[in-house]
């Protein structure tokens, strides 16, 4: 792939590519980003010029030139890689069933139908669904448009327990796996049921036009990308994960090339022994939260936990934190996300991070 904004993309590809076998090319692999950057793009644009939030999100001709706008002029150092993907909010899969979503300024999210077991049936994956078609549009849009100025990925995917989840609301399922765990079982199921077809879709879109795998979390693989998570699994016991959530989890993976597990936050890492024993899950994203969860330096153990499992790892971190960090973790496996406030400070961290050997 040949892209103009990315003059040295086989380089960084190489180092991606090594971080999934636990290797290292030259140095670590590196993303510089902001915190919540999607959150940060909100423009100036008069609202009036929309009806309601949900045509904004809608609207394709805005929401291309919005991505065109972020990157214009910008460089892209390191593993940070141009890169659009359609986003109508994170429980887009499960609207792609019959579920309606509401929609914010940076997000959406679910009014959870299934309020009596029987509404889980009207749930069936339809191509001709108002979500499924938008992100098509969005993706055949983006495509006719990127060239060789950026990349174009799938959107986000949440099927199973998550989608589950999002059907039922998370007080309400957590509730049921108590009062009806078989119903619960039976609805995880039903939000997996069409996954694959619905990731092979986009897929062969993007592949027909010389993509490469990659989304939100803007990593690519030459192969099949997929971030698998199950945020339900933070307020569930150990039990009940391995019951509803891990046997769905281990069928998704095993269709893919490359796997990097989402573990958001301290109450999924409750089940890390169980996803690290999974062969076809090559990396796990280490999301540390806020506040008592900073800073990183007291996540070192795990990590360490996950590089001993010949596992690879990616850390968000704060550049004040990198030299301690480095100076008590190996940096085998390691993906460092940092957040930099401009080009020089972004080329001054890279100096520092190639002589972490």
């Not at 140095?27 to 929309?50: L, Q, Y």
């Not at 009806?51 to 919005?66: G, N, T």
């Not at 509404?119 to 055949?140: G, H, M, P, S």
């Not at 174009?152 to 099927?159: I, N």
Request: net charge negative; proline share 5%.
């Amino acid at each position: 792939m040949d892209l103009a904004s990315k003059p040295d993309f086989d380089q960084a590809m190489s180092r991606v590519e090594a971080w999934f076998e636990g290797a290292i090319v030259d140095r670590v692999p590196v993303r510089f980003t902001r915190h919540n950057a999607f959150a940060e793009k909100i423009d100036s644009v008069d609202p009036g010029r929309w009806q309601s939030l949900r045509d904004r999100w809608f609207d394709v001709e805005y929401q291309i030139d919005r991505y065109l706008r972020s990157i214009r002029n910008k460089v892209f150092l390191a593993e940070t890689f141009p890169v659009y993907w359609p986003n109508l909010g994170p429980e887009v899969y499960a609207a792609f069933h019959g579920c309606p979503l509401e929609y914010g300024e940076t997000t959406s999210w679910s009014v959870h139908p299934v309020r009596e077991w029987s509404d889980a049936e009207k749930l069936v994956l339809d191509r001709e669904n108002e979500y499924f078609r938008k992100i098509e549009e969005l993706t055949r849009a983006a495509l006719e448009v990127c060239g060789d100025r950026f990349m174009v990925g799938y959107t986000d995917l949440h099927p199973g327990a998550d989608c589950a989840m999002a059907w039922r609301g998370a007080t309400q399922l957590c509730l049921d796996l108590y009062d009806a765990p078989e119903q619960v079982r039976a609805l995880a199921e039903r939000g997996a049921t069409y996954f694959l077809e619905v990731y092979d879709h986009f897929d062969g879109i993007l592949k027909s036009h010389g993509q490469l795998s990659v989304t939100w979390m803007e990593i690519p693989s030459r192969g099949k990308m997929h971030i698998p998570s199950c945020d339900l699994a933070a307020m569930i016991s150990e039990e009940q994960f391995n019951d509803i959530a891990l046997p769905i989890i281990r069928r998704e993976v095993r269709h893919m090339t490359h796997n990097v597990f989402h573990v958001d936050g301290k109450g999924v890492a409750r089940h890390l022994d169980q996803l690290l024993a999974i062969p076809e899950i090559q990396a796990y994203q280490w999301v540390q939260g806020v506040a008592e969860d900073q800073p990183i330096m007291q996540w070192v153990p795990l990590v360490r936990r996950i590089q001993e499992a010949g596992k690879s790892v990616i850390v968000d971190l704060l550049p004040r934190e990198l030299d301690e960090f480095m100076q008590h973790v190996r940096p085998e496996g390691i993906f460092l996300c940092l957040p930099s406030a401009s080009e020089e400070e972004e080329r001054s961290l890279l100096k520092k991070i190639e002589k972490w050997t």
